[in-house]
Structure formats: C-alpha cells, structure tokens
Nanobody, 126 residues
Framework: EVQLQASGGGLVQAGGSLRLSCAVS????????IGWFRQAPGKEREAVSC????????YYGESVKGRFSIVSDNAKTTEYLQMDSLKPEDTGVYYC???????????????????WGEGTQVTVSS
C-alpha cells in the first residue's frame, strides 16, 4: 500500500524559510513522479513543484520559481520542498502526491495523481 506522510509546516514570517518533507512508502516502481500541491483558503488546489525520480526532471509553478526547491534523497524514500523567501500568498495547506504513470495525464497536473498524503499547514505572516 502506498503511503505518503507530509510534515514540516508551521508559522513563519514573510521572508523566512521552511522545509517540508514527504515520507514515501509502498511504491514498488523504479520511476514515478512525486510532487507538492497547495490549497489556499477559498482557492483551488494548485501545483507547486514535481520531480520525476528516474531522470530528475523538475517542474516549478511560476509563483514559486527561484524561491522553492524540490529535492529527493538518494534512497528516494523522502522528498523535500525547500521554501525560501516565503510570502503571505504562500499560505495554505501543502500536500504531497505521487503519479505512478509517468505523467500520462500531465507532468504536474492535479489529475493523474494516484495517491495523496494528508496536508501540512503553512502560514506566512506579513
């Protein structure tokens, strides 16, 4: 059974940093896409960043480019989202999700994610 456990959220002032972690277990495929998505109050869930484990291809949403970095540990059991220069508009619940089908329905789209973890709250104060 595939399980994803996100952690690392919290309250931080604007300009600060947080690192989110997503512990992955139960994935038997050598290659998959894992990503981070977020949902702000009253808004639709959106893609933040995704990485494909086989070749390291990475996607970043326009609003986080240059500030966020997605990193995979060597054993591919934990994925990290390093968030720097945080802004109040980064506030939301952050979810990690995995696509076992190589992005068949989109490399970092909401559709096509096979498994979702529970979210972790990120709050950035101004």
């Amino acid at each position: 059974e595939v399980q994803l456990q996100a952690s690392g959220g919290g309250l931080v002032q604007a300009g600060g940093s947080l690192r989110l972690s997503c512990a992955v277990s139960g994935v038997t495929r050598d290659s998959y896409i894992i990503g981070w998505f977020r949902q702000a109050p009253g808004k639709e869930r959106e893609a933040v960043s995704c990485i494909r484990t086989s070749d390291g291809r990475i996607y970043y949403g326009e609003s986080v480019k240059g500030r966020f970095s997605i990193v995979s540990d060597n054993a591919k059991t934990t994925e990290y989202l390093q968030m720097d220069s945080l802004k109040p508009e980064d506030t939301g619940v952050y979810y990690c999700a995995v696509d076992l089908n190589q992005g068949l329905l989109g490399f970092c789209d909401l559709v096509g994610r096979d498994y979702w973890g529970e979210g972790t709250q990120v709050t950035v104060s101004s």
